[in-house]
């Protein structure tokens, strides 16, 4: 996965997650890009598109987007799937998660997908082992080593 | 203000709610900068901040930044966190960093420092959130600094399953910017191990890593095949339950799964019996369960299952060896393309296109035309519309085409606009590849351009009026046909263009009807005349002197259109010139000599269809898809364009005429062709209709390889394209050297004394991988000896895209005259290619310029009087003479100018002096350029005999 963007309906992006290294102009430029071709498309569009030399998955979640881009050779319907497995594991630990909660926590949400996705390759797949590890660190936030 | 979870920072959020409640842009911008401004002042504040408030304002920085506002400052706030003692504030400096430095900040060093405790701390979240930050931003300095911890890491026994995890995906970025950092030997076979491992999560971070080595390095890690194989198959046949948590939606490891096949596609179906069979059982598996009904009704459940089906199916066309397995998977995808989903069509049309590449699956992909066909008439999602383009594209043969083109031109009057063009050069492909009868062909070009008219490239039109000339056969119809589809009131320019020039050439076939006698022929083109732009007026002026030739009787009528001042004092000089010209031509020369001038043109020479390397061009993946089935059906498809090809083989001797007539009909303002090409190459730099002379493009952007006809039993020897750049090199060191659709060879080279070293860089431009690759260079009989080659060894696989550099170091011992051979044999696809190219390695590389007076020159010219030190060339200049020009390439060539010897300042005379390894030869020269008569005499004197005679034939070659 090159890169992960999290958008609101009125555009507002609201995580970024670069996997390969882009001057901040680029970066800038590209999401501008994404958000306004992926907001256009209609509701019963195919959630796969090829962009440049990419491809971008995306689905909507409520009033977010969640945009990958992947490789030509990576697998679409996975791409999918690891969004919703991300998904899954906000609301777990938001309780029923919101675009606030995304907004307000953000750097949770950083960490989380820290530990489901790294360096752009899915890591660790087990939703009880990503909440083991989040939860091991909020005991290291609430007891000083 | 939702709940803040874990360790907040009131501070954070009461400023994050500010920002929501702020009812403008305006009011925004002023919070953030009032916030930045405090925030400034905390940190040059002279009161030291404690931890929280420095993670504090440094998470306020980076939420300004998501923001989409540039932050300049906090970064050694960041830093400053990162060996804090608390978890939190370390973890809050680690994201800053990740998000918001650069590879390549001063601050790295510092950073590097921070991860390095932290690696070595006891506690495994600490290390994990370094091994993390490093996959995150990982640069060539962190490969340095941990390229030898990490592998350690991963391996080894005592590592907690989690921290591996993290560490061989670290290792895999700082792989990817610095490949050498993975250690060989007995680390291989521990990496390839951890397909083995008893936790999953390892498993599936690891096959990522092996992915990547294998990609590089498929030899090394052969090992990894068996153990893959072994693993998919636990995976496949285990029940949904077996795996507990990394069961997602009752698909046993999807991701696992995906990863695995995708790293047996980087090798061959497996050799060994047992392992090729147990992997061909986990496919049928995967296939099996497509059918079986869903044990979910979830989206999540289906997504995954056909997630692993797609991968399975991707590896059955990546063997292209079972045709059982081919045909099911087509099958499977058949079902798909009428599902409800619109994410499975669309990936059952992508991956269908494959299929319909292959010959196993070829027929059965056919099966589906009338659905594909539905999909583009009634499918909602132009991406997918586009999807189905692309399969019809791809299935069609001889005996679907006329039907496939019918239905693509029908769609093309209400396709998007988005996709018109594209769909116009497949349609032109299309047309002419399987041609059986060029009147239809014909028919469909015209119909495109009525259709879509704007779409419509140079290159098509091009390519019609270039078929249409090669076949006497349908120059009849031809012009027939454009002559009603002129009729139309309102015509698309390219139509004009089209229809000048046929008329213009066949227009006296037809004039035997009255109803398109030569005059209605004249006056209805010159009736569009007015509405065209310049290039079509100036194309239909040559038409009408070609009129002037083939229908004397109106000869008056055109006369009076070409003197009339609109043409004779038109602004435009291109216009102006040929009104003057062509008025001209018909007052003064008499009709046997206009007859000779205005003959008909020769058929073009043949080559592949300047369209497909357009449409290639146009878009990465159709290549790819493209060099698949180039590299299958290696030109057995081109029955058609073949056909052509031996109908204009037959006057391949008028080439020389096609192309100057071309030029001269087309564009007097183009500059002069290099008739030397002519000569030595049979493959016609100018083949398309002028398509060449406008474009800067040169032969070597065409695709030659699958006009070669290659076949998989004789490799295929491609050189054209060659010779034009090798003689290039003999007054430059660096450049392209060859270059196809496949392969792009540079060079780089150096010189001192008698000693050299050229570096010749090999990039593969296709998304496979070349395998193989073996190039070689031997020196002529003649020569032996007298030159010294010693070629560095290369890796016998370039990856797709990637680029390997060869060193090949050489010495001059003796004066040679040849450049030594260069081969290099690599397979593509499963074809082996020959390219047979020379290495520029000429004995003038081994020049150093000497500086010398007039007097001193004079004095050693007159010394090496003997007629075998001395070599004279007179010869026709084959480019423009231009003095900037010739100064380059006689300053390549190595010699010192001496400035000021010569009376005449238009000549050159230059000193040098050869380094051989046993002697030094002085080399003394004088160029003479003769404007007038475009002429040039080359005189060389050299100390040893020969010498001068092998000099000036390298250097008479470059004007």
């Known amino acids: 996965m090159q890169f992960m963007l999290l958008f609101s309906r009125q555009g507002k992006l609201r995580l970024q997650k670069w996997y390969v290294a882009h001057p901040d102009k680029a970066k800038k430029k590209i999401t501008r890009e994404l958000i306004t071709t992926i907001l256009a498309r209609k509701p019963k569009m195919s959630s796969f598109l090829e962009w440049r030399d990419l491809k971008i998955v995306y689905k909507r979640y409520a009033s977010l987007y969640f945009c990958c881009a992947i490789d030509q050779e990576d697998n679409e319907l996975l791409t999918l799937e690891v969004i919703h497995r991300y998904v899954e594991l906000l609301d777990k630990y938001f309780g029923s998660v919101c675009e606030l909660d995304i907004i307000f926590n953000f750097e949770k949400a950083y960490f989380m997908l820290d530990e489901l996705v790294v360096g752009g390759e899915v890591c660790e797949t087990s939703k009880k082992n990503v909440l083991k590890a989040i939860a091991a660190q909020d005991l290291l936030q609430e007891h000083i080593p | ?959």
């Open chain 2, 1 to 959: 203000m939702p709940a803040v979870r874990g360790d907040g920072m009131r501070g954070l959020a009461v400023f994050i709610s500010d920002i929501r409640n702020c009812k403008s842009k305006e009011n925004e911008v002023k919070r953030i900068n009032k916030e930045l401004a405090n925030i400034r002042s905390k940190f040059k504040g002279d009161k030291t901040l404690d931890g929280y408030q420095k993670k504090k304002y440094v998470c306020k920085l980076l939420f300004i930044f998501l923001l989409g506002h540039d932050i300049d400052f906090g970064h050694m706030e960041a830093v400053n966190l990162l060996s804090s003692n608390k978890y939190t504030e370390k973890q809050i400096g680690y994201l800053f960093i990740s998000v918001l430095v650069n590879t390549n900040s001063d601050l790295i060093k510092l950073i590097v420092q921070n991860i390095k405790n932290d690696l070595n701390s006891r506690n495994p979240v600490h290390v994990n959130l370094a091994l993390q930050c490093i996959a995150n931003i990982g640069s060539k300095e962190m490969a340095e600094a941990f390229g030898h911890d990490i592998p350690k890491l991963l391996v080894s026994g005592e590592t907690m399953d989690v921290v591996k995890q993290s560490a061989a995906l670290c290792l895999l970025r700082l792989f990817r910017t610095n490949p050498d950092i993975i250690p060989g030997g007995e680390w291989t076979s521990r990496i390839i191990h951890l397909l083995n491992d008893q936790h999953l999560g390892v498993v599936t971070a690891a096959s990522s890593l092996i992915e990547a080595l294998v990609k590089l390095n498929p030899d090394e890690y052969k090992g990894c095949v068996s153990l893959a194989v072994s693993r998919l198959s636990r995976i496949i046949t285990a029940s949904y339950t077996d795996l507990q948590d990394y069961t997602y939606y009752f698909v046993p490891a999807p991701w696992l799964s995906v990863k695995l096949l995708r790293l047996l596609q980087h090798y061959p179906p497996p050799e060994d019996p047992g392992v090729r069979g147990r992997l061909n059982e986990c496919l049928d598996a995967i296939l099996n369960k497509a059918q079986e009904p869903p044990k979910s009704k979830k989206v999540q459940h289906s997504n995954a299952k056909n997630a692993v089906l797609f991968e399975a199916i991707s590896i059955i066309i990546h063997s292209d060896s079972e045709a059982a397995l081919l045909v099911r998977a087509c099958n499977q995808l058949g079902q798909f393309l009428s599902h409800r989903e619109t994410n499975l069509r669309y990936l059952a049309l992508e991956t269908m296109c494959l299929l319909a590449t292959s010959e196993f699956s070829h027929e059965a992909v056919k099966k589906h035309q009338e659905t594909v066909i539905n999909s583009l008439k009634t499918e909602r999602d132009v991406s997918v519309r586009q999807r189905a383009v692309d399969l019809l594209y791809a299935m069609c043969d001889r005996t679907n085409a006329e039907q496939i083109v019918h239905e693509m031109l029908n769609y093309l009057e209400s396709a998007d606009y988005s996709i018109r063009e594209e769909m116009v050069l497949k349609v032109a492909i299309l047309a002419e590849k399987y041609a059986g009868d060029y009147t239809w062909y014909v028919d469909v070009i015209l119909n495109l351009i009525r259709i879509a008219g704007d779409y419509v490239s140079e290159e098509v039109w091009y390519r019609v009026i270039q078929i249409v000339v090669n076949r006497e056969d349908v120059q009849g119809y031809a012009a027939k046909t454009v002559f009603e589809a002129l009729q139309a009131p309102a015509c698309h320019e390219n139509m004009v263009k089209v229809g000048g020039y046929i008329l213009g050439e066949f227009g006296n076939l037809i004039a035997g009807d009255k109803r398109s006698a030569p005059q209605v022929q004249f006056q209805l083109l010159h009736s569009k005349y007015h509405l065209c732009s310049a290039s079509t007026r100036a194309l239909l002026l040559t038409t009408y002197i070609k009129f002037i030739n083939l229908f004397p009787e109106i000869k008056t009528e055109i006369q009076n259109i070409l003197k009339c001042d609109s043409n004779l004092r038109c602004s435009d000089a291109e216009l102006q010139q040929r009104a003057s010209e062509y008025l001209h031509l018909s007052l003064v020369t008499s009709t046997d000599v206009l007859a000779t001038v205005l003959e008909e043109m020769p058929p073009f020479a043949e080559k592949e269809s300047s369209i497909l390397a357009v449409l290639k061009k146009k878009s990465g993946r159709m290549s790819a898809q493209e060099a698949h089935k180039e590299a299958r059906a290696a030109g057995g498809a081109g029955g058609a364009a073949a056909a052509v090809a031996a109908g204009a083989v037959k006057n391949s001797t008028n080439d020389k005429n096609a192309k100057n007539s071309s030029a001269d009909l087309f564009g007097i303002s183009t500059p002069p062709v290099n008739s030397q090409n002519n000569s030595s190459s049979n493959t016609g730099v100018l083949v398309d209709v002028l398509g060449d002379l406008y474009s800067s493009s040169n032969n070597s952007s065409m695709p030659s390889v699958a006009t070669n006809g290659t076949n998989s039993a004789s490799p295929a020897t491609l050189t054209s394209g060659v010779t034009d750049n090798i003689k290039k090199f003999v007054c430059k060191n660096n450049g392209v050297l060859y270059e196809n659709d496949i392969i792009q060879i540079g060079v780089k080279s150096e010189f001192r004394q008698n000693l050299g070293r050229i570096g010749v860089f090999y990039g593969n431009k296709t998304s496979m991988p070349l395998q193989g690759f073996l190039p070689s260079v031997s020196i002529s009989s003649a020569d032996s000896g007298r030159v010294s080659v010693q070629v560095k060894p290369v890796e016998s696989t370039i990856e797709a895209g990637a680029q390997v550099q060869q060193f090949v170091n050489c010495e001059c011992i003796d004066h040679f005259e040849d450049l030594p051979e260069m081969l290099v044999c690599f397979t593509y696809g499963s074809v082996p290619q020959r390219l047979s190219l020379k290495l520029p390695l000429s004995i003038n590389k081994f020049f150093e310029p000497t500086d010398m007076n007039g007097e001193s020159f004079f004095a050693r010219w007159k010394n090496l009087s003997s007629p075998s030190q001395e070599s004279q060339q007179i010869f026709k200049t084959t480019c423009p003479m231009e003095s900037g020009s010739i100064r380059t390439k006689v300053m390549g060539f190595g010699m010192q100018i001496l400035e000021g010897i010569d009376p005449n300042p238009e000549n050159f005379v230059c000193a040098g002096i050869l380094h051989t390894r046993t002697q030094q030869i002085g080399c003394l020269m004088r160029l003479e350029p003769n404007r007038q008569a475009q002429m040039y005499r080359l005189t060389i004197r050299a100390s040893k005999d020969g010498t001068a005679k092998i000099l000036c034939n390298l250097l008479s070659q470059q004007f």
